[in-house]
């Protein structure tokens, strides 16, 4: 089976080809082909994602991406049997653009149309290619994944633990009651001078920090960690950020220095600030993993589960990877499963896997898709199937 998946929900307009093969319930995808084509560097002067914006340059290259993938594809292949969209959560108006693009085809072409939930999209990333360099703590690279599974999902928008019982049977047993993960990862790299978005470049500088064998000179605290619940916020580590990084500004005697100490890797004269720099960063990322790796551990424990995932966007943290394949690594009889970096953050493929897996319940739900398909800004993952 060969499923064509596109994706639009937020600044990534993206489209792929996977091709199905092996056995229903445990198949063994291949990624045919898969474009991402990102607006990081339009919304980066505006320092977040301006709608508007993004949905007019979806529109203008949802149909470029969408023809490259087809020239792409493997001239042995047959016709596409299935094609898969997000339909929510995301931006109301960069979702229709995705969503219309696929009910043309779907109407054109008269294939099955399977609306996917985003965050369900991440969270069959795993299923993609689960990453094969899980070599570190003794753990397999898993060929199938056992219910029920726990998966920390840590986007830009969303952070939440969910038990699924089996596929599309959702539960979300914690989430958190502020800030998104990435979210923070972003604001704090904001407040330290690192650029938008800041996550990937606040953790290479923590890293950075680790390896080099400084210490840390700041000490902030871990939200939540203690609390007799799976739920999670961010919002107070990143306001200690806030205030340490004052604190900081406050006894440097040249601000403007002290931004540039902060940015520019060539600037020596103030090596002492962008040490201190570093530490934050090195301080927030050890906070936010340590607490999402906890509650991730104790809620696996409780709830008995057979596998561990990890999804979303913050899931190509290198810290938060081999920190929670480390601690799920002694808890026994659980098997840990995490998506390759390529599948992590946005991208299409993900979309096709879990609209796979949707098609293969209820086939004849899907055959006219296009007539029924809804873009929701809000869809929640527990609605998206009936439980
Ligand atoms: O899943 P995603 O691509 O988009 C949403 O659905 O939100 O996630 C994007 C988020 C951003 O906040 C980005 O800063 C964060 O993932 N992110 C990271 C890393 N790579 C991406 N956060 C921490 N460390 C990373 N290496
Ligand atoms: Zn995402």
């Given at each position: 089976?060969?499923?064509?998946?596109?994706?639009?929900?937020?600044?990534?307009t993206?489209?792929?080809?996977?091709?199905?093969?092996g056995?229903?319930?445990?198949?063994?995808?291949?990624?045919?082909?898969?474009?991402?084509?990102?607006?990081?560097?339009?919304?980066?002067?505006?320092?977040?994602?301006?709608?508007?914006?993004?949905?007019r340059k979806?529109?203008e290259?949802?149909?470029?991406?969408?023809?490259?993938?087809?020239?792409?594809?493997?001239?042995?292949?047959?016709?596409i049997?299935?094609?898969?969209?997000?339909?929510?959560?995301g931006?109301?108006?960069?979702?229709?653009?995705?969503v219309?693009a696929?009910?043309?085809?779907?109407?054109?072409w008269?294939?099955?149309?399977v609306?996917?939930?985003?965050i369900?999209?991440?969270?069959?990333?795993?299923?993609?290619?689960?990453?094969?360099?899980?070599?570190?703590y003794?753990?397999?690279?898993?060929?199938?994944?056992?219910?029920?599974?726990?998966?920390?999902?840590?986007?830009?928008?969303?952070?939440e633990?969910?038990?699924?019982?089996?596929?599309g049977?959702?539960r979300?047993?914690?989430?958190?009651?502020?800030?998104?993960?990435?979210?923070?990862?972003?604001k704090v790299a904001?407040?330290?001078?690192l650029?938008?978005?800041?996550?990937?470049v606040?953790?290479?500088?923590a890293?950075?920090?680790?390896?080099?064998?400084?210490?840390?000179?700041v000490?902030?605290?871990?939200?939540?960690?203690?609390?007799?619940?799976y739920?999670?916020?961010?919002s107070?580590?990143k306001?200690?950020?806030?205030?340490?990084?004052r604190?900081?500004?406050?006894?440097?005697?040249?601000?403007?220095?002290?931004?540039?100490?902060?940015?520019?890797?060539?600037?020596?004269h103030?090596?002492?600030?962008r040490?201190?720099i570093?530490?934050?960063?090195?301080?927030?990322?050890?906070a936010?993993?340590?607490?999402l790796?906890?509650?991730?551990?104790?809620a696996a424990?409780e709830?008995?589960v057979?596998?561990?995932?990890?999804a979303?966007?913050?899931s190509?943290?290198?810290?938060?990877?081999?920190?929670?394949?480390?601690?799920?690594?002694?808890?026994?009889g659980?098997?840990y499963?995490?998506?390759?970096?390529?599948?992590t953050t946005?991208?299409?493929?993900?979309?096709?896997?879990?609209?796979?897996?949707?098609?293969?319940?209820?086939?004849?739900?899907?055959?006219?898709g296009?007539?029924n398909?809804?873009?929701?800004?809000?869809?929640?993952?527990?609605?998206?199937?009936?439980?």
């Open positions: 089976m060969v499923i064509l998946g596109i994706e639009s929900s937020c600044d990534e993206a489209a792929s080809l996977i091709e199905i093969s056995r229903k319930l445990n198949p063994h995808p291949r990624v045919l082909s898969n474009i991402v084509s990102s607006q990081v560097k339009i919304h980066a002067r505006y320092g977040g994602v301006v709608p508007e914006i993004a949905a979806h529109a290259v949802i149909i470029p991406v969408i023809s490259k993938i087809l020239k792409a594809k493997s001239s042995k292949l047959k016709a049997d299935v094609i898969a969209v997000t339909s929510g959560p931006l109301i108006t960069s979702l229709r653009v995705g219309d696929a009910k043309t085809l779907a109407c054109v008269k294939k099955p149309l609306p996917v939930n985003h369900e999209g991440h969270i069959y990333s795993n299923w993609l290619t689960a990453d094969k360099k899980l070599t570190i003794n753990l397999q690279p898993t060929t199938s994944i056992n219910f029920p599974a726990l998966v920390l999902v840590v986007s830009g928008g969303h952070t633990l969910v038990l699924m019982k089996d596929h049977k959702y979300i047993i914690g989430q958190t009651l502020d800030d998104a993960a990435g979210e923070a990862f972003d904001k407040i330290l001078g650029g938008y978005p800041g996550g990937p606040l953790s290479a500088l890293d950075r920090f680790q390896v080099l064998g400084f210490r840390p000179q000490l902030l605290p871990r939200p939540m960690i203690e609390s007799p619940n739920n999670f916020s961010f107070g580590l306001t200690a950020v806030l205030y340490k990084f604190e900081l500004e406050k006894s440097c005697e040249n601000q403007p220095i002290m931004k540039c100490c902060g940015r520019n890797i060539s600037c020596h103030r090596t002492g600030a040490v201190l570093a530490s934050l960063a090195y301080e927030f990322q050890n936010a993993v340590e607490v790796v906890v509650k991730t551990v104790r424990k709830f008995k057979k596998t561990v995932m990890l979303g966007g913050v190509a943290n290198k810290k938060l990877r081999l920190t929670l394949e480390k601690a799920v690594s002694v808890i026994s659980v098997q499963v995490q998506p390759s970096l390529e599948y946005d991208n299409a493929a993900m979309i096709a896997m879990a609209g796979y897996f949707n098609y293969i319940r209820n086939p004849q739900k899907f055959k006219e296009w007539r398909i809804k873009v929701n800004p809000n869809l929640n993952i527990t609605r998206t199937v009936k439980r």
